[in-house]
């Protein structure tokens, strides 16, 4: 559904590490997060991490999403072509000398007002993101290197004066190189610079002021991975990254505030594999010695991972991990916003500590038969220092920002079942998040109690998949209106003229977070066919967002009472053709 951010085991949406060949992505969706700005096409692989990741990753708190795209053709030129009622998009690669590879890949927006009726309102947005790489292999001595850039962009221009203008870029370009530089030991190192860059342009709107944000970072990453006789392995490594930001917004005074930085992110990793027996350890320290030198930071700036695994019967393992991990940076947004539209990255302000979260994880994972597998967890964080708004804030002296804390815990489940006519998957997960301030605790907009997905995937011929996936979750927490009072805006109280002013209706607000939505779910249904006419390849395919249009609670307006639903029944079709 529309929603600009993703939020793993009770982090928010800005403690997800984003990475692809390396480079730090800071804007990982197009505008409302309907789509990411990433084509699946060229992704090779993908790694994801819930928690407890191992320590070549840090910056963040929650999450890392660490993707490697794929290198062009070296034995033929090749394209695909993919169109559907939301967007085109165009794919092509091969060879361009011996040992030398191009991949080119590039998407657009189509059909604007097909955005309209999907998002069920009048919202004017269009997109692009585009992607190249150039690989050359040297061989197994000489090893490979490449060079790729990435870039994306989105505006929502509305027609209407009153209504503010918004634009995003991204982009992003590395020069990567690997291989080894002795008999065991593989290096991969990598050079990057990326962007972001967002505005926001009221126009004639009265509530909206503007504001601009960016971020220009460049850095170099290196890992190293040392293979032994006894198959143990160990890597280490380094990253330092130079990030400027900047953060310039308009109050409603017509005050300018402008906020500017430049830190050094830097750090360096060790890390350890074994498997003496049933037992297999992965354990490592992130040192992140930039916190050290611009925070005068203690103890924190060592940072522990460890990763166990026993082996207990049969194909049957328990799992532990925890880790500690600190973040920098964060996004200025409203959290009682429905949905965050423009968010401005800033450095944590000197006064407070850097947020930091210790994470505990236990599993159970294996199959009960050879084709249903099973994979429980259990996670607790701690969140020892976090970056709030200050509630109480009264007059300009206040701080904007106080330290909080906070924890999030839960147990996740996963179940497989794989068959050659029927894949199935189901999980489930119950959590709790709360956050404190000032010694007042609630749950954040975020905090969902249950959460259960279903996926079906048929195979009732060749070539034809059937998939239905249903999703079911309580309700998010929201602040109810309790009434309305008229505030007197008393203008000019010298010359009168406020006799008999009614004032402007303003909400008189209950507890924070203390009720809750109505439940969401929703089923979708897709059902594809692939056809082969030599030398092209393709697939035609149908989709249902939706199918039995449930009116899922978006938000009220608190102003005019009004239910905006999230997206509602809308069926689509897709072709790809390639070659």
């Given at each position: 559904?529309?929603?600009?951010?993703?939020?793993?085991?009770?982090?928010?949406?800005?403690?997800?590490?984003?990475?692809?060949?390396?480079?730090?992505?800071?804007?990982?969706?197009?505008?409302?997060?309907?789509?990411?700005?990433?084509?699946?096409?060229?992704?090779?692989?993908?790694?994801?991490?819930?928690?407890?990741?191992?320590?070549?990753?840090?910056?963040?708190?929650?999450?890392?999403?660490?993707?490697?795209?794929?290198?062009?053709?070296?034995?033929?030129?090749?394209?695909?072509?993919?169109?559907?009622?939301?967007?085109?998009?165009?794919?092509?690669?091969?060879?361009?000398?011996?040992?030398?590879?191009?991949?080119?890949?590039?998407?657009?927006?189509?059909?604007?007002?097909?955005?309209?009726?999907?998002?069920?309102?009048?919202?004017?947005?269009?997109?692009?993101?585009?992607?190249?790489?150039?690989?050359?292999?040297?061989?197994?001595?000489?090893?490979?290197?490449?060079?790729?850039?990435?870039?994306?962009?989105?505006?929502?221009?509305?027609?209407?004066?009153?209504?503010?203008?918004?634009?995003?870029?991204?982009?992003?370009?590395?020069?990567?190189?690997?291989?080894?530089?002795?008999?065991?030991?593989?290096?991969?190192?990598?050079?990057?610079?990326?962007?972001?860059?967002?505005?926001?342009?009221?126009?004639?709107?009265?509530?909206?002021?503007?504001?601009?944000?960016?971020?220009?970072?460049?850095?170099?990453?290196?890992?190293?991975?040392?293979?032994?006789?006894?198959?143990?392995?160990?890597?280490?490594?380094?990253?330092?990254?130079?990030?400027?930001?900047?953060?310039?917004?308009?109050?409603?005074?017509?005050?300018?505030?402008?906020?500017?930085?430049?830190?050094?992110?830097?750090?360096?990793?060790?890390?350890?594999?074994?498997?003496?027996?049933?037992?297999?350890?992965?354990?490592?320290?992130?040192f992140d010695f930039g916190s050290l030198?611009?925070?005068?930071?203690?103890?924190?700036?060592?940072?522990?991972?460890?990763?166990?695994?026993?082996?207990?019967?049969?194909?049957?393992?328990?799992?532990?991990?925890?880790?500690?991990?600190?973040?920098?940076?964060?996004?200025?947004?409203?959290?009682?916003?429905?949905?965050?539209?423009?968010?401005?990255?800033?450095?944590?302000?000197?006064?407070?500590?850097?947020?930091?979260?210790?994470?505990?994880?236990?599993?159970?994972?294996?199959?009960?038969?050879p084709s249903l597998s099973t994979?429980?967890?259990?996670?607790?964080?701690?969140?020892?220092?976090?970056?709030?708004?200050?509630?109480?804030?009264?007059?300009?002296?206040?701080?904007?920002?106080?330290?909080?804390?906070?924890?999030?815990?839960?147990?996740?489940?996963?179940?497989?079942?794989?068959?050659?006519?029927?894949?199935?998957?189901?999980?489930?997960?119950?959590?709790?998040?709360?956050?404190?301030?000032?010694?007042?605790?609630?749950?954040?907009?975020?905090?969902?109690?249950?959460?259960?997905?279903?996926?079906?995937?048929?195979?009732?011929?060749?070539?034809?998949?059937?998939?239905?996936?249903?999703?079911?979750?309580?309700?998010?927490?929201?602040?109810?209106?309790?009434?309305?009072?008229?505030?007197?805006?008393?203008?000019?109280?010298?010359?009168?003229?406020?006799?008999?002013?009614?004032?402007?209706?303003?909400?008189?607000?209950?507890?924070?977070?203390?009720?809750?939505?109505?439940?969401?779910?929703?089923?979708?249904?897709?059902?594809?066919?692939?056809?082969?006419?030599?030398?092209?390849?393709?697939?035609?395919?149908?989709?249902?967002?939706?199918?039995?249009?449930?009116?899922?609670?978006?938000?009220?307006?608190?102003?005019?009472?009004?239910?905006?639903?999230?997206?509602?029944?809308?069926?689509?079709?897709?072709?790809?053709?390639?070659?």
């Open positions: 559904d529309v929603n600009t951010q993703f939020y793993v085991r009770g982090g928010a949406g800005d403690q997800n590490l984003i990475l692809l060949d390396g480079m730090r992505i800071y804007n990982p969706y197009h505008a409302f997060g309907i789509f990411s700005i990433f084509d699946s096409d060229i992704i090779k692989t993908t790694e994801v991490y819930t928690g407890a990741f191992p320590p070549e990753f840090g910056g963040r708190l929650s999450s890392v999403v660490n993707m490697t795209t794929k290198d062009g053709k070296t034995n033929g030129v090749g394209g695909r072509a993919n169109i559907n009622f939301l967007s085109a998009k165009l794919q092509a690669e091969g060879p361009a000398a011996d040992n030398l590879s191009w991949l080119v890949s590039g998407r657009k927006s189509l059909f604007s007002e097909t955005f309209s009726k999907f998002l069920n309102k009048d919202l004017p947005l269009s997109f692009y993101d585009a992607f190249v790489k150039i690989t050359f292999l040297a061989g197994e001595s000489q090893g490979k290197y490449s060079v790729q850039s990435f870039f994306s962009g989105d505006n929502l221009q509305s027609t209407n004066p009153n209504e503010p203008d918004y634009s995003w870029r991204t982009g992003a370009t590395g020069f990567v190189a690997s291989g080894l530089i002795q008999d065991r030991v593989y290096v991969t190192a990598v050079g990057f610079e990326n962007s972001f860059v967002a505005d926001r342009d009221p126009k004639l709107s009265k509530s909206v002021t503007p504001a601009s944000t960016s971020i220009r970072e460049t850095g170099v990453r290196a890992n190293a991975t040392i293979y032994t006789d006894t198959r143990d392995l160990f890597f280490f490594g380094f990253e330092f990254s130079f990030p400027n930001l900047d953060y310039t917004v308009v109050n409603n005074y017509g005050v300018t505030t402008v906020l500017k930085s430049s830190l050094v992110n830097a750090a360096s990793w060790l890390r350890y594999q074994t498997a003496p027996s049933r037992l297999q350890a992965d354990v490592g320290l992130f030198m611009a925070r005068e930071g203690g103890i924190e700036t060592l940072q522990p991972r460890i990763n166990l695994s026993y082996g207990l019967f049969d194909n049957w393992k328990a799992k532990f991990s925890c880790g500690r991990f600190t973040q920098n940076i964060i996004t200025v947004n409203n959290e009682d916003d429905v949905i965050s539209i423009f968010d401005a990255w800033i450095q944590v302000p000197e006064e407070l500590k850097a947020e930091r979260s210790d994470h505990f994880v236990f599993g159970l994972e294996g199959n009960v038969l994979n429980f967890q259990a996670y607790y964080k701690q969140y020892g220092s976090l970056v709030m708004y200050n509630r109480d804030k009264v007059d300009a002296l206040d701080p904007d920002y106080i330290g909080g804390t906070g924890r999030a815990y839960g147990v996740e489940a996963l179940i497989r079942y794989a068959s050659e006519i029927v894949d199935i998957y189901a999980a489930y997960t119950v959590g709790w998040t709360s956050v404190t301030a000032n010694g007042f605790t609630y749950y954040p907009r975020y905090d969902r109690r249950h959460n259960l997905n279903l996926l079906t995937v048929l195979h009732p011929g060749q070539g034809i998949d059937v998939t239905l996936r249903w999703e079911l979750g309580s309700g998010f927490p929201f602040t109810e209106s309790l009434g309305y009072y008229d505030r007197l805006g008393l203008k000019d109280i010298f010359r009168g003229g406020y006799v008999g002013e009614t004032g402007r209706p303003y909400a008189i607000l209950g507890d924070k977070n203390a009720a809750r939505l109505p439940a969401y779910h929703r089923l979708d249904a897709s059902a594809t066919y692939r056809f082969a006419i030599r030398p092209i390849t393709g697939s035609l395919g149908v989709h249902v967002v939706n199918v039995y249009n449930r009116k899922n609670i978006f938000y009220f307006d608190r102003k005019t009472g009004q239910q905006t639903t999230m997206l509602p029944f809308f069926p689509t079709a897709t072709m790809t053709v390639e070659f």
